[in-house]
T-cell receptor, first 109, second 119 residues
Framework: KQEVTQIPAALSVPEGENLVLNCSFT??????LQWFRQDPGKGLTSLLL?????REQTSGRLNASLDKSSGRSTLYIAASQPGDSATYLCAAKQRQLTFGSGTQLTVLP | GAVVSQHPSWVICKSGTSVKIECRSL??????MFWYRQFPKQSLMLMAT?????????EQGVEKDKFLINHASLTLSTLTVTSAHPEDSSFYIC???????????????FGPGTRLTVL
C-alpha cells in the first residue's frame, strides 16, 4: 500500500527566503505526482503535476522535482511571500491519489 | 483550467437527517469522480470512486449505505450522507478526471469542498 510522507509538518520562514518542501513515497510505480496548495477551510489548488517520465516541472516561482527511483519529490519555492502561506500537499497517483499529510507553511512579513 | 464546483459550500443539519452534496464538472465531462473527506489538520482520505452509470466503488471502512453516491450524468455526482451524526462532521471534497477513463496520466481537478456540521 502506497504511503506518502511530507517533511516538515510545519515551516515558518521570513519573507524573501527560498525554501524546499519534501515528499517521499514508498511505491515508485506511480503515474504522476502532484503538488497542491490548500488554504484554511478551502479546497485544493493544483500547483504542479509531474508525469512519471518527467523529472521536474516549473511554474513561476515554483519548481517541483521527481526522483522515482528514490521515491522522492521536492517543491522549491523561490523568494517566498506572505501570500504563499498555506498547507502544501503532495499526492502520488496510482489507481488513486494517495496524499501526504501536508506541510503548513507560514511566511512572515 | 478545468472547473469543478460543489454545492452547498457549507451545511449545518440536525442529527438523524440526510444531507446531499453535489459535485459538478462545469466545462468538461467526467466519467470518473472521487469523493474525499478531510478532518481538521489531516490529509484527504478517499471515500469512494464514482463511476457514471454504474455503482460507486467504496474504500475499505466506508459504509456504502451511509454514504450514498449517485453519478447520474457525465457532469454530476452526488454524495448523500444518510442519518447524519456529529461524527460525520467533516470537510467533503470531490474531484473529477478530465478526459474520462481511468488512465493514471489524466489530471484530477478538485472542487472547493463542502463543510458539513451535524448538531
Amino acid at each position: 500500500k502506497q504511503e506518502v510522507t511530507q517533511i516538515p509538518a510545519a515551516l515558518s520562514v521570513p519573507e524573501g527566503e527560498n525554501l524546499v518542501l519534501n515528499c517521499s513515497f514508498t511505491d515508485s510505480a506511480i503515474y504522476n505526482l502532484q503538488w497542491f496548495r490548500q488554504d484554511p477551510g478551502k479546497g485544493l489548488t493544483s500547483l504542479l503535476l509531474i508525469q512519471s517520465s518527467q523529472r521536474e516541472q516549473t511554474s513561476g516561482r515554483l519548481n517541483a522535482s521527481l526522483d522515482k527511483s528514490s521515491g522522492r519529490s521536492t517543491l522549491y519555492i523561490a523568494a517566498s511571500q506572505p501570500g504563499d502561506s498555506a498547507t502544501y500537499l503532495c499526492a502520488a497517483k496510482q489507481r488513486q491519489l494517495t496524499f501526504g499529510s501536508g506541510t503548513q507553511l507560514t511566511v512572515l512579513p | 483550467g478545468a472547473v469543478v464546483s460543489q454545492h452547498p459550500s457549507w451545511v449545518i443539519c440536525k442529527s438523524g437527517t440526510s444531507v446531499k452534496i453535489e459535485c459538478r464538472s462545469l466545462d468538461f465531462q467526467a466519467t470518473t469522480m472521487f469523493w474525499y473527506r478531510q478532518f481538521p489538520k489531516q490529509s484527504l482520505m478517499l471515500m469512494a470512486t464514482s463511476n457514471e452509470g454504474s455503482k460507486a466503488t467504496y474504500e475499505q471502512g466506508v459504509e456504502k449505505d451511509k454514504f450514498l453516491i449517485n453519478h447520474a450524468s457525465l457532469t454530476l455526482s452526488t454524495l448523500t450522507v444518510t442519518s447524519a451524526h456529529p461524527e460525520d462532521s467533516s470537510f467533503y471534497i470531490c474531484s473529477a478526471i478530465r478526459g474520462g477513463g481511468t488512465s493514471g496520466y489524466n489530471e484530477q481537478f478538485f472542487g472547493p469542498g463542502t463543510r458539513l456540521t451535524v448538531l
